[in-house]
């Protein structure tokens, strides 16, 4: 399945999801196993998706604030990356995400079969971090896919919208923070009451036979997670386990990079899961 295979329900945020009609609601219900009384939650969209800019970007990108806003990757931007990932793992690690680059650098060195020439596909992406901690590792052959379109001015990532992914294979997928939100609308993404887990599919068919799939989502806690989902409106899901389990169960799961003990289990602290395509 490729994105543009997709259903199309008739509406694309962003949007207050409270406006969607009864028989959307209840595909939400039944995707993800809510009770017959559950309603969206009312909370209007922000005038502008990247709000929350300054955190969202890691702090040695700061200087290029202006022009990520603008959608662009320089070569000065990815040269800055780089060299954050070599020197300081946690200045190329977005301030809303603590712990995240290193969790992401440990879950790539898990994987023993990926060379510098192995295809690594990263799905959703505002800033290049996670391209900058891959070409750091030697990697060469990068490509990003996100709803937003990034003009990339570096030969070293090439850029695809989530719409076309299905038209090459990977060896690797990386995914941090962005299925949550697939199907919401809040990037301006068609309302789909199954976009995350269309989503996991879609990466499934993308990768190459024995690929790999690391996958960071928002996970309810420890204590709650037995409950139904969370979906806060158009901003994004907190995952249960059975929602977990839904999503992954094509694959093959090899581990779980939890975040270190005392950590909120919240969007801001989110497990990466290492996944096998079987
Ligand atoms: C909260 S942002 C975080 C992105 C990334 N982890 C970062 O920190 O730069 C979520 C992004 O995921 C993108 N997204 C959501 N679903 C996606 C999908 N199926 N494929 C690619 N991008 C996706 C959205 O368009 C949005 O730009």
Not at 160 to 171: G, M, P, W, Y
Not at 190 to 210: K, M, Q, R
Not at 243 to 250: H, I, T, Y
Request: with cysteine; net charge negative; hydrophobic share 35%.
């Amino acid at each position: 399945m490729s994105l543009n295979k997709r259903e199309y329900y008739g509406f694309t945020g962003p949007m207050n999801l409270i406006h969607l009609p009864n028989n959307i609601v209840s595909l939400f219900r039944d995707s993800y196993n809510l009770p017959d009384s559950w309603q969206f939650p009312d909370i209007d969209p922000e005038p502008n998706a990247s709000i929350c800019w300054g955190a969202q970007v890691p702090t040695s990108l700061h200087p290029s604030l202006d022009t990520l806003k603008s959608n662009v990757w320089t070569s000065e931007i990815i040269d800055a990356g780089i060299c954050a990932a070599r020197e300081d793992i946690d200045s190329i690690t977005p301030v809303h995400y603590p712990n995240a680059g290193k969790m992401i650098r440990d879950a790539i060195n898990k994987i023993p079969s990926l060379d510098k020439n192995s295809k690594i596909l990263i799905a959703g992406s505002v800033s290049p971090w996670i391209e900058s901690i891959c070409l750091a590792n030697q990697f060469t052959n990068i490509t990003t896919s996100d709803y937003e379109v990034r003009k990339v001015e570096d030969d070293r990532i090439k850029f695809v919208h989530a719409n076309d992914i299905s038209d090459t294979k990977f060896d690797l997928i990386i995914s941090f923070s962005s299925i949550e939100h697939d199907g919401l609308g809040r990037y301006g993404d068609p309302i789909n009451p199954y976009g995350a887990f269309n989503a996991v599919d879609e990466f499934y068919e993308s990768l190459n036979d024995n690929g790999y799939l690391l996958c960071g989502i928002p996970v309810l806690p420890e204590e709650k997670k037995q409950r139904p989902s969370l979906i806060q409106g158009h901003l994004c899901v907190i995952f249960s386990n059975k929602s977990v389990q839904k999503l992954f169960r094509k694959f093959k799961m090899l581990d779980i990079i939890k975040q270190p003990d005392g950590w909120n289990a919240n969007w801001q602290h989110q497990p990466i899961y290492i996944l096998q395509k079987q």
